[in-house]
C-alpha cells in the first residue's frame, strides 16, 4: 500500500521541487510526523527540513495575530458585555457564561465563513421582531429584555473584535477574518517558499479563498485526497465538498482537478460487529489485536479509531500484554481522572455556603484515594477514624469546628478541606493549589515512582494557575459557584496528553487524529447514530434558513464531515473492523450507524455482519456450601462454649451459611449512618424505657396509681434512651420525629393495656425485667457442655399464672406462636421462629428452676396491641381450633429433643453448613 503522503512526496519529486524550499501545510500537526518520516525515505542526501504547519498555524501567522483560549475568550467578552450593559441588567458570570459560549461560537462561524457582520445581525433582529410581533401595543417585561439581547448583538460583536484586535488577540474565526485581509499584502512579497496543501477536504470560506490566492499567484500546490468513487456519485456526502471545490473554484476552470484515484473499490475484508456496551467493545478490539499479532500483522500498520472518548481508558486496559509499544494520539480528557471526582466533590460542600456538612459528602471527601492518603499517621489514618466516628454517633451533619474536635489531630488538613471557603473564589482557587502539592509531598515523602499520578497533579495544578491568572486580570469571579461553573468548562476542554513513537506500534486514536493518514488495518468503534455521525444540533442562536441563507455551515455539512473521515479510513484499508453498540442509548447513541447501512447498500464490497456478545456460562443454581473443617471446628466449639443464644440458632434455622459467616467468621454487616431511626433502634428504647418503668416494683403487684404515674415519664424516658442509642443524631424533625413520637405511643398505648386489664379485676405481678439467663446443656456424643443464653424481656404473674413475655415492635399474629409438628420448629424460620424464641427462654428459666411449670409463654406485638397476649400453644392439626396454651414439662421435653438436634447438627463434624434457598 502507497500512503497518500508517500504518493504526494513522489509527485513534488517527480516535478524536481526542491524540498527545502516548501512548505507544507496539512489539517493536523499529527501528520507532520509521518511526512517528515516518509521524506527520510524519499532523499539521497541531507537536507534542511521543510517548514511543515498546520493550518491553523499557517492562517494565524498571515493574520499577525495569537489565538487565545476559549476560557480567555469568554472571560473577555463579559468585560465588553459589562462596559456596554447597564448596571441593573448584567447577569452575574455563571449565566452569562451558558449563553456566551453559544455566541463565541457564533462569531467564530461568522466570521470563518466571511458573512457580512452587520447584514446578518441585522438580518436576525428583524426575524426576532417578526416571531415577537403581535397586536398588543404593550410588550411584556420578558419581551423586552429578550429583543434588547438581539438588538446588541452587532454591538457586542463590534466592541469585543475591537478589543481583541487591539490586542493583538483573537479568536479563530477573526484570526481567518485578519489573514484574508492581509492576504494580498503577503501575496505581494512573493515569498520564497511554495505553498503545498494536502489532505483538506471541508473548508471555510476563508481558508479556500487564501488557498485559491495562493494558487492562482502559482505560489501554491494543493493534493487532495479523494477516491473517484465519492465523487463522481453526486449524493454521497465523501465528496460533497470536493465536488463543491471542482465547480466553484476558479483555478479548477483552467486547471485539472488532479490526484482522484481509485482505492476504494479494491478488495477489502469488511466485518460488521455489533457489540453490546462500551466495555464489550472495548473487550472485543483487544480479541481482535490478539488474533491480528498472531497472524504477524506489523503493529503500525494497525490503526484503532475510537468514536468516543471514553473508550480510551477500557481500551488500553483490554490491551494484549503482548504489545509493548504504542501510540495514544487522543488525549485523556482530564474529566475522567481519578482527581477530577476529588475535586468535584470538595465544589460540592464549599459551594453550597452551609455551615454543616452532610456526612456523606464528608464520607466521598475523606475516603476519595486522593486524599485519604494525607491523613496518614504513624499510629494510623485520621480520615479513617472520623469515618468510624460518624458511622458510630450516627452525625449526619458536621461542622468544620466539629471535625476538627473529632478528628484528635492533623488539624491543619481538616482546616484545608472543611473551612468555609468564604464565597470567595481566590479563597478556593489558593486551597485547591495547596490541596494539590500536599499531595505532591506525600508521594515525594513515600517516593512513589507513579509518573501518573504527578502528570495529574501537575495539569489541575495549571488548570488552578489559569484560573488564577485570569481571576487576577479580569475579576469577574464573584462566587465560588462561578468558579465552578468556569473550573468544569476548563476540565471538560483540557485533557491528558500522552507521549509515545508515533511511528511505531499500535496507533490508537480519534476519527479528527486520522486525518491524511492510512492504515492497512483499522478498528473503528462506536459505529452508532448520534456518534459517528454526531446528528443534528442546534448548539446556536442562527437558525437553520439563515445559516442556509448566508453560506453558513449546517447539521448536513458536519454529518459529510464526518463522512468523509470514516470512508477516508476505508480507501486504502485491506482489513476493516466496524464495531458498533447493539444497545440503544438515546444519550450515548442510537442504533447502528446509517454509514453502516450506506455500506450495505453501495453493494461495492461483500460485508461481513455478526453479533459478538461474551460467553456466559449456564449458571446453575448451585447452593454454597461449607466443610466443617478442623479450624472450623475449632470457632464453632469456641462459639458453643461462649453460648449460642436464641436469635443465634434462629440465624442457623434460616440459613446456615448467615450463621457461618455471622457467628463463625464474625463477619459483620456494614453499618453506615443511621440517618433515620432503624427498627432495631426503635425496639431497643422500648425496651429500656419499659425496664426503666417496671424495675422499682420487681415482685410487686401492679396498681393503677403507679401506672398512672408513669406517663409523666414517657417523654424523658423515650428521650433519654434515644440520645443513649442514637448517639448524635437528632430526632428532633422530619422521619426521625415521628419515630421518635410513635416510642412513645407505643408505651402510652402499652400502659393503658395494662391499666384496662387491671379495672377488669386482673392482678399482675411483675417478677423480673430484662433478665439475664444462661445454662449447660449437654448433648449426647459430645464430651463437652453446651451454652444457651439470653435476655428474658419479662415474667410476670396474670391472675396466679406465671407468664414469660417477649416483645415485639413489629407485627405478631397468633398463627406465629403455634405448632403442630414439633420437627418443623427448628426447620421453618418464617412460621415458627418466634415460637423457637419464646420457648428458649422457658426452657432455661425452668432449667434454673426460676419459675414452676406448667406457665405461659408469648409475645406482646406493639403494631398488634389490640390483640394482647399473644399465647404459645400446640394444636394436633394445622385446621384445628383446639389448642394446648399451657407450657408443660412434656412440652418443653419435646422441645428439648428438638434443640439438641439442632446443636448437634450445628458442632457435627460430618455435616456442612449447606445454604439454604431463600423466598425473596
Not at 67 to 93: A, H, M, R
Not at 251 to 257: E, L, R, V
Not at 291 to 312: C, W, Y
Not at 695 to 707: A, E, K, S, V
Given at each position: ?6 504518493s ?9 521541487l526542491?524540498f527545502?524550499?516548501?512548505q507544507?501545510i496539512l489539517?493536523?500537526?499529527r501528520?507532520?510526523?509521518f ?5 527520510a ?30 476560557i480567555?475568550l469568554l472571560?473577555s467578552l463579559y468585560?465588553?458585555?459589562k ?8 447577569e ?12 463565541l ?5 461568522i466570521d470563518r ?11 436576525l433582529t ?21 429583543l434588547?439581547?438581539w438588538?446588541k ?7 469585543f ?5 487591539n490586542?493583538?488577540?483573537?479568536y479563530?474565526?477573526?484570526i481567518y477574518r ?12 512573493k ?15 476563508a481558508e ?10 502559482d505560489?501554491a500546490?494543493?493534493y487532495?485526497d479523494?477516491?473517484?468513487t465519492?465523487?463522481k ?28 484515484h481509485?482505492n476504494y473499490k479494491?478488495?477489502?475484508?469488511i466485518?460488521v ?5 462500551l466495555?464489550?467493545?472495548?473487550k ?6 490478539e488474533g491480528l499479532?498472531?497472524?504477524?500483522k506489523?503493529?503500525?500498520d494497525?490503526?484503532v ?9 477500557p481500551?488500553?486496559?483490554?490491551l494484549?500484554k ?6 495514544v494520539?487522543m488525549?485523556l ?8 471526582s ?8 464549599h459551594?453550597?455556603?452551609a ?6 459528602d464528608?464520607?466521598r ?11 496518614e499517621?504513624?499510629?494510623?489514618n485520621t480520615?479513617?477514624?472520623?469515618l ?5 454517633y450516627?452525625?449526619t451533619y458536621?461542622s ?5 474536635e473529632i478528628?484528635?489531630?492533623n488539624i491543619?488538613l481538616?482546616?484545608?478541606?472543611f473551612?468555609s ?16 502539592f500536599?499531595?505532591k509531598?506525600?508521594?515525594d515523602?513515600e517516593?512513589?515512582?507513579?509518573g501518573l499520578?504527578?502528570e495529574?497533579?501537575?495539569?489541575f495544578?495549571t ?12 475579576k469577574?469571579l464573584?462566587s465560588?459557584v462561578?468558579?465552578?461553573s ?7 476542554s483540557e485533557s491528558?496528553?500522552f507521549?509515545?513513537?508515533?511511528l511505531e ?23 452508532n447514530?448520534?456518534?459517528l455521525?454526531?446528528g443534528k444540533s442546534?448548539?446556536s ?5 439563515v445559516?442556509i441563507?448566508?453560506g453558513?455551515?449546517?447539521?448536513k455539512?458536519?454529518d459529510?464531515?464526518?463522512?468523509y473521515h470514516f470512508y ?7 482489513n ?6 447493539t ?14 447501512t ?5 453493494g461495492i464490497?461483500?460485508?461481513e ?8 456460562p449456564?449458571?446453575e443454581?448451585k447452593?454454597?456450601?461449607v466443610p466443617?473443617?478442623?479450624?472450623v471446628?475449632?470457632?464453632?466449639h ?9 436469635s443465634s440458632l434462629?440465624?442457623?434455622i434460616r440459613n ?9 467468621l464474625g463477619?459483620k454487616e456494614f453499618e453506615?449512618v443511621e440517618?433515620n431511626?432503624a427498627?432495631?433502634?426503635?425496639g ?5 424505657t419499659?425496664?426503666?418503668f417496671?424495675?422499682p416494683i420487681?415482685?410487686?403487684y401492679?396498681?393503677?396509681?403507679y401506672?398512672?404515674?408513669?406517663f409523666?415519664l ?10 443513649l442509642?442514637?448517639k448524635?443524631?437528632?430526632?428532633t424533625?422530619?422521619?426521625n ?6 416510642a412513645q ?5 402499652f400502659?393503658?393495656?395494662e391499666k384496662e ?10 417478677k423480673a425485667i430484662?433478665?439475664?439467663?444462661s445454662i449447660d446443656i ?5 464430651n463437652?457442655?453446651?451454652?444457651l ?6 415474667v410476670?404473674?396474670?391472675n396466679?399464672v406465671?407468664?414469660i413475655?417477649d416483645y415485639?415492635t413489629g407485627k405478631?399474629?397468633q398463627g406465629?406462636v403455634?405448632?403442630v409438628?414439633?420437627p418443623d420448629i ?7 421462629s418466634?415460637s423457637?424464641?419464646?420457648l ?8 434454673q ?10 409475645i ?6 389490640k390483640k ?11 385446621k384445628?381450633?383446639t ?6 414439662l ?9 434443640l439438641k438436634?439442632?446443636?448437634s ?6 455435616l456442612?453448613?449447606v ?6
Amino acid at each position: 500500500m502507497v500512503s497518500f503522503i508517500k504518493s504526494v512526496l513522489l509527485d513534488l519529486k517527480h516535478k524536481k521541487l526542491n524540498f527545502e524550499d516548501l512548505q507544507f501545510i496539512l489539517p493536523s500537526k499529527r501528520a507532520g510526523v509521518f511526512l517528515k518520516h516518509q521524506l527520510a525515505g524519499l532523499i539521497d542526501k541531507p537536507i534542511f527540513s521543510p517548514e511543515i504547519k498546520s493550518i491553523e498555524e499557517f492562517v494565524e501567522e498571515l493574520s499577525g495575530l495569537k489565538v487565545l483560549s476559549n476560557i480567555d475568550l469568554l472571560f473577555s467578552l463579559y468585560g465588553t458585555y459589562k462596559s456596554i450593559t447597564p448596571d441593573d441588567e448584567v447577569e452575574p458570570f455563571e449565566s452569562f457564561s451558558k449563553w456566551a459560549q453559544i455566541l463565541l461560537q457564533d462569531f467564530n462561524e461568522i466570521d470563518r465563513h466571511l458573512v457580512e457582520q452587520n447584514q446578518i445581525f441585522d438580518y436576525l433582529t428583524a426575524i426576532v421582531e417578526l416571531n415577537h410581533w403581535s397586536k398588543e401595543e404593550n410588550q411584556t417585561d420578558l419581551i423586552k429584555n429578550h429583543l434588547k439581547f438581539w438588538y446588541k448583538l452587532k454591538e457586542y460583536y463590534s466592541k469585543f473584535t475591537e478589543n481583541l484586535l487591539n490586542s493583538k488577540f483573537g479568536y479563530q474565526g477573526l484570526i481567518y477574518r485578519e489573514a484574508c485581509d492581509n492576504l494580498e499584502v503577503y501575496i505581494e512579497n512573493k515569498p520564497s517558499k511554495t505553498h503545498v496543501f494536502l489532505g483538506f477536504n471541508a473548508l471555510n470560506r476563508a481558508e479556500s479563498i487564501i488557498i485559491q490566492g495562493l494558487l492562482q499567484n502559482d505560489l501554491a500546490h494543493i493534493y487532495w485526497d479523494v477516491d473517484e468513487t465519492f465523487i463522481k456519485d453526486p449524493i454521497h456526502d465523501a465528496g460533497l465538498f470536493f465536488r463543491h471545490h471542482k465547480n466553484s473554484w476558479n483555478y479548477f476552470k483552467k486547471a485539472p482537478f488532479n490526484w482522484l484515484h481509485n482505492n476504494y473499490k479494491e478488495s477489502k475484508n469488511i466485518k460488521v460487529i455489533g457489540i453490546p456496551k462500551l466495555i464489550g467493545q472495548a473487550k472485543y478490539i483487544g480479541q481482535v489485536l490478539e488474533g491480528l499479532q498472531r497472524k504477524n500483522k506489523t503493529l503500525s500498520d494497525i490503526a484503532v479509531v475510537l468514536g468516543e472518548e471514553n473508550l480510551l481508558i477500557p481500551v488500553l486496559n483490554s490491551l494484549p500484554k503482548s504489545i509493548e509499544t504504542l501510540n495514544v494520539t487522543m488525549g485523556l480528557a482530564l474529566k475522567y481522572v481519578p482527581l477530577a471526582s476529588a475535586f468535584d466533590a470538595l465544589f460540592t460542600i464549599h459551594k453550597k455556603e452551609a455551615s454543616s456538612y452532610y456526612h456523606k459528602d464528608v464520607t466521598r471527601i475523606l475516603s476519595h484515594p486522593s486524599f485519604y492518603q494525607l491523613f496518614e499517621t504513624a499510629s494510623g489514618n485520621t480520615a479513617n477514624d472520623i469515618l468510624n466516628h460518624i458511622q458510630t454517633y450516627n452525625l449526619t451533619y458536621l461542622s468544620a469546628s466539629k471535625l476538627k474536635e473529632i478528628s484528635k489531630g492533623n488539624i491543619e488538613l481538616i482546616s484545608l478541606f472543611f473551612d468555609s471557603w468564604e464565597d470567595n473564589p481566590t479563597n478556593a482557587l489558593n486551597k485547591c493549589s495547596k490541596i494539590i502539592f500536599e499531595i505532591k509531598s506525600v508521594i515525594d515523602k513515600e517516593k512513589k515512582r507513579n509518573g501518573l499520578e504527578l502528570e495529574y497533579l501537575y495539569k489541575f495544578n495549571t488548570l488552578f494557575n489559569q484560573l488564577k491568572a485570569l481571576n487576577s486580570s479580569h475579576k469577574h469571579l464573584i462566587s465560588v459557584v462561578a468558579l465552578n461553573s468556569i473550573y468544569s468548562e476548563l476540565l471538560n476542554s483540557e485533557s491528558l496528553d500522552f507521549r509515545g513513537e508515533p511511528l511505531e506500534g499500535l496507533q490508537i486514536m480519534g476519527m479528527l487524529e486520522s486525518r491524511v493518514l492510512d492504515f492497512e488495518t483499522v478498528i473503528i468503534s462506536s459505529v452508532n447514530e448520534g456518534i459517528l455521525p454526531a446528528g443534528k444540533s442546534n448548539n446556536s442562536f442562527i437558525p437553520f434558513d439563515v445559516k442556509i441563507e448566508n453560506g453558513l455551515p449546517t447539521f448536513k455539512e458536519k454529518d459529510a464531515v464526518y463522512t468523509y473521515h470514516f470512508y477516508h479510513l476505508l480507501q486504502r484499508a485491506k482489513n476493516v473492523y466496524i464495531l458498533y453498540n447493539t444497545e440503544s442509548d438515546a444519550l450515548n447513541g442510537g442504533e447502528k450507524s446509517r454509514f453502516i447501512t450506506q455500506l450495505e447498500i453501495e453493494g461495492i464490497h461483500n460485508i461481513e455482519h455478526f453479533i459478538a456478545s461474551p460467553h456466559v456460562p449456564k449458571i446453575e443454581n448451585k447452593l454454597l456450601e461449607v466443610p466443617k473443617t478442623n479450624m472450623v471446628m475449632r470457632e464453632v466449639h469456641e462459639f458453643a462454649s461462649k453460648g449460642f443464644s436464641p436469635s443465634s440458632l434462629s440465624n442457623y434455622i434460616r440459613n446456615p451459611i448467615d450463621f457461618y459467616y455471622q457467628k463463625i467468621l464474625g463477619i459483620k454487616e456494614f453499618e453506615d449512618v443511621e440517618e433515620n431511626i432503624a427498627f432495631n433502634t426503635l425496639g431497643s428504647v422500648i425496651h429500656e424505657t419499659l425496664k426503666d418503668f417496671y424495675d422499682p416494683i420487681i415482685d410487686q403487684y401492679l396498681t393503677l396509681d403507679y401506672l398512672d404515674s408513669l406517663f409523666a415519664l414517657i417523654e424523658a424516658t423515650v428521650t433519654k434512651h434515644f440520645k443513649l442509642l442514637y448517639k448524635e443524631g437528632d430526632f428532633t424533625k422530619g422521619k426521625n420525629l415521628i419515630i421518635f413520637n410513635i416510642a412513645q405511643h407505643y408505651i402510652k398505648s402499652f400502659i393503658e393495656d395494662e391499666k384496662e386489664s387491671l379495672k377488669t379485676g386482673n392482678k399482675i405481678k411483675i417478677k423480673a425485667i430484662e433478665i439475664e439467663s444462661s445454662i449447660d446443656i449437654r448433648v449426647d456424643g459430645f464430651n463437652f457442655p453446651f451454652k444457651l443464653k439470653g435476655t428474658v424481656d419479662r415474667v410476670d404473674e396474670f391472675n396466679g399464672v406465671t407468664r414469660i413475655i417477649d416483645y415485639k415492635t413489629g407485627k405478631v399474629d397468633q398463627g406465629k406462636v403455634e405448632i403442630v409438628e414439633w420437627p418443623d420448629i427448628t426447620s421453618d424460620y418464617d412460621k415458627y421462629s418466634k415460637s423457637f424464641q419464646i420457648l428458649c427462654y422457658a426452657y432455661m428459666l425452668h432449667k434454673q428452676n426460676a419459675i414452676q411449670l406448667p406457665v405461659e409463654a408469648g409475645i406482646i406485638s406493639f403494631k398488634n396491641l389490640k390483640k394482647g397476649f399473644l399465647k404459645f400453644g400446640t394444636k394436633s392439626s394445622a385446621k384445628s381450633r383446639t389448642k394446648n396454651q399451657e407450657i408443660t414439662l412434656d412440652t418443653l421435653s419435646n422441645f428439648e429433643v428438638e434443640l439438641k438436634k439442632l446443636i448437634s447438627e450445628i458442632c457435627n463434624p460430618k455435616l456442612n453448613f449447606v445454604e439454604k434457598e431463600l423466598n425473596q
